[in-house]
């Protein structure tokens, strides 16, 4: 999944997008590379980020989105938002998937939008918003809690009509956790897959590499990014979002080679 921040603020690429034609030569780039999936957001969900709401969020993601899809009719686009309008409109321009930072909290009027849609949904793990997440990362054992939290949000997206094989968890890296936990998280990937839903992991350039990795500019974290995505499709992970669709593409394809020969019977 190739992320396209249709936003001024970003942590990493704010600003870069803010014409329809320059985010759909991003995009024509991104499937020459190899992405499958491309995610579009009209609103930044770094921590402190200023929320602008859904008509700030529509009349920046709706120009992108339909040039996108006008273009590449068949690629599946994901769109990035908590609001039911945005979603609703969204779908209605071209869009293929909802992604929910707010696994439902946000807008549960999403949840039935998605419901009626019948399109794949997107459910991550967060607390609180851009403003709050910091302070909420405050976990006894994060997986266990991360995971039971999941599995309530995706009771309630059940409950609102949402069909079982429509939902894809996503644990949230760098959503109120800290870096010890978003490594937690990573090294203990295969307990969530164990619940049975796809797992979609969003590592890109992230602040928690940087932390690793002692590097504070968010676009040299590529080979970071790299091993964690590496590491996350040997715990079972379906999906990665980044910004660096060629290199990792190149990453995802060895690491499931090699998970492919690890659970093959002896030859």
């Not at 690429?13 to 991104?30: K, S």
């Not at 969900?45 to 899809?69: K, N």
């Not at 797992?199 to 992230?206: A, D, E, F, N, Q």
């Not at 602040?207 to 968010?218: M, S």
Request: charged share 25%; hydrophobic share 45%; proline share 5%.
């Amino acid at each position: 999944m190739g992320i396209l921040n249709l936003t001024p603020d970003s942590f990493s690429d704010g600003g870069r997008l803010d014409q329809p034609q320059r985010a759909l030569r991003v995009a024509t780039r991104m499937v020459a590379e190899g992405a499958a999936v491309l995610d579009l957001g009209g609103q930044s969900t770094r921590p402190g980020a200023v929320e602008v709401g859904a008509a700030a969020e529509l009349a920046r993601l709706l120009p992108a989105l339909r040039e996108i899809r006008q273009a590449h009719p068949e690629l599946v686009l994901s769109v990035d938002t908590y609001w039911a309008e945005v979603a609703e409109a969204a779908l209605a321009a071209g869009a293929d998937w909802i992604n929910d930072v707010s696994g439902g909290r946000r807008d549960p009027d999403l949840l039935k939008v998605v419901a009626a849609a019948d399109c794949p949904y997107v459910l991550m793990h967060s607390r609180g918003d851009s403003r709050s997440m910091d302070r909420l990362a405050v976990y006894g054992d994060v997986v266990t809690e991360v995971r039971q939290e999941l599995r309530q949000a995706s009771d309630r997206a059940l409950a609102a009509g949402v069909r079982p094989e429509r939902l894809i968890w996503d644990p949230g890296l760098g959503f109120a956790k800290t870096t010890s936990q978003n490594l937690s998280l990573l090294a203990r990937l295969a307990e969530l897959a164990e619940d049975g839903w796809p797992l979609l992991v969003g590592p890109s350039r992230k602040r928690f590499i940087g932390a690793v990795l002692a590097e504070e500019r968010p676009r040299a974290r590529l080979w970071g990014t790299a091993a964690v995505c590496g590491q996350a499709v040997l715990a079972g992970a379906a999906v990665l979002r980044v910004h660096d669709v060629g290199p990792i593409v190149q990453v995802v394809r060895m690491a499931a080679a090699l998970r492919e020969a690890g659970t093959a019977a002896p030859t």
